[in-house]
């Protein structure tokens, strides 16, 4: 089946610019995290969408980052006046629920701010 | 200091090696354990998944878990150059769903 995909795969933007990234998660799958990877770095949780409970933002980095899923499918996390320091790749991955640790992640966006 | 500790290497191993992998953790809650793959370019995927202390094996890999040194491993045996790939490891307690993530060791197998 299809798995977690990620559009665009890579964005370049210019510092100060809003920029929009989506998720589509597995089919079924209720759980969706957001997570940002920084060369030689972990993975940083940004935030994470349970069926309809009120989403956990306690890792977004600012008040320039905000995500939200619609239908409980589709996930959009945008950055409002980016800076050079957001550059990452920004990973989505989905789960099928809220202790379920296999989480199948998409490709991820490269994102580049100039 | 971070709660989950892991050389990101570069490890470089002729092929045929026995790999081994390994991460120590600070919090004594941890009791689920995880080691994902992660080809250039591409998402994380499941490799390994150990409840608590003790080995469990699959095929090449082997995950092992010491929850009084708080020190887990991952064992790649008779290694292939497409296991080329940085590991990362991941684990989390048991009531709260989020993982803790190490920074990922970048392995290369040398043909």
């Known amino acids: 089946g299809a798995g977690v995909s990620q559009s665009p795969s890579n964005k370049v933007t210019e510092k100060g610019k809003d920029v929009e990234l989506r998720c589509d998660p597995i089919?079924?799958?209720?759980?969706l995290y957001w997570y940002r990877q920084s060369l030689g770095q972990g993975l940083e949780f940004l935030i994470y969408f349970q069926g309809n409970s009120a989403p956990d933002k306690s890792g977004l980095p600012s008040d320039r980052f905000s995500a939200e899923r619609t239908g409980g499918s589709v996930s959009t996390l945008t950055i409002q006046r980016t800076q050079q320091e957001d550059s990452a790749v920004y990973l989505c991955a989905s789960s099928g629920g809220l202790y379920t640790d296999t989480q199948y992640f998409g490709p991820g966006t490269r994102l580049t701010v100039l | 200091q971070k709660e989950v500790e892991q050389d990101p290497g570069p490890l470089s191993v002729p092929e045929g090696a026995i790999v081994s992998l390994n991460c120590t953790y600070s919090n004594s809650a941890f009791q689920y354990f995880m080691w994902y793959r992660q080809y250039s370019r591409k998402g994380p995927e499941l490799l390994m998944y150990?409840?608590s202390s003790g080995n469990k094996e699959d095929g090449r890999f082997t995950a092992q878990v010491d929850k009084s040194s708080k020190y887990i491993s991952l064992f790649i045996r008779d290694s292939q150059p497409s296991d080329s790939a940085t590991y990362l490891c991941?684990?989390?307690?048991?009531?709260?769903?989020?993982?803790?993530w190490g920074a990922g060791t970048k392995l290369i197998i040398k043909p």
């Open positions: 150990t409840y």
């Open positions: 991941a684990m989390r307690g048991a009531s709260n769903y989020q993982l803790i």
């Open positions: 089919s079924g799958h209720t759980a």
